[in-house]
């Protein structure tokens, strides 16, 4: 009788172990694919929709947990800036791209889709912001979206005029007024930045690459049935 007591205790115990394990495999599961029963386009539509009554255009990222940020597009300040934007990402252009460099009192950064910081589109656009000539008076802060460039430490004119794809989304209003005038800012996060939050708050390393990826799954932009010119390109 004892050892048929102990027999059915030990079974008892094995379920309950693998009961648990089945719970921790479930709940990381829905934390890592954080996206119920909707897909990423209808992440998407949900989102934009909390937007539909602004007049700009409404930039939604959707990365691969399912966590969303909106940002509004400034057309007035950096015109073909936003016109880049919205025809690279609504022909699905930043889909599958990672955030490859995160400093996270500074600026999370994505839109290479070599995940190295060297790729772009293809092209180059000019710089819109006011040391190029360009009457933009975004300052930078914490939430705006702004234009990365290539840098030339002896001549910076000449690097002016060599955005691609590649933008950035500051996290700290502190560290970032040093952009003003020499990156083309062109949005700010109206939704969301609590993920731009977590995905500065990654681990990364030497390089500011993040050791877990930070991957976009799905990027458009909800125009508001307003059609958009392609933009204004510069041959490499």
């Known amino acids: 009788?004892?050892?048929?007591?102990?027999?059915?205790?030990?079974?008892?115990?094995?379920?309950?172990?693998?009961?648990?394990?089945?719970?921790?495999?479930?709940?990381?599961?829905?934390?890592?694919?954080?996206?119920?029963?909707?897909?990423?386009?209808?992440?998407?539509?949900?989102?934009?929709?909390?937007?539909s009554d602004n007049k700009n255009p409404v930039a939604i990222i959707v990365m691969e947990n399912g966590d969303a940020i909106a940002f509004e597009m400034y057309s007035d300040k950096a015109p073909n800036t936003v016109l880049n934007f919205i025809s690279l990402a609504n022909k699905g252009f930043y889909d599958g791209v990672i955030f490859h460099r995160v400093i996270g009192n500074f600026m999370i950064q994505t839109g290479d889709p070599l995940g190295t910081g060297m790729g772009g589109p293809g092209y180059m656009i000019e710089g819109e912001f006011s040391n190029n000539d360009c009457d933009n008076d975004i300052s930078h802060e914490a939430g705006v979206v702004s234009m990365a460039r290539q840098g030339n430490p002896y001549y910076p004119a000449l690097a002016y005029n060599t955005a691609g794809s590649q933008f950035f989304i500051c996290t700290d209003s502190n560290n970032v007024k040093h952009l003003d005038g020499d990156y083309a800012a062109f949005g700010k996060v109206i939704y969301g930045m609590d993920t731009v939050y977590a995905i500065a708050a990654v681990e990364t390393d030497s390089k500011d690459r993040p050791l877990s990826e930070q991957k976009m799954a799905y990027v458009r932009v909800d125009t508001h049935g307003v059609q958009y010119d392609e933009p204004e390109t510069i041959a490499e």
Do not use: H, P, R, W
């Not at 709940?27 to 990423?40: A, F, Q, R, V, W």
């Open 1 to 51: 009788m004892k050892k048929t007591l102990k027999f059915f205790s030990f079974i008892a115990a094995v379920l309950v172990l693998l009961s648990a394990l089945t719970a921790c495999s479930k709940d990381k599961n829905n934390k890592e694919n954080n996206t119920g029963d909707m897909t990423y386009e209808e992440i998407y539509k949900a989102t934009a929709e909390q937007f």
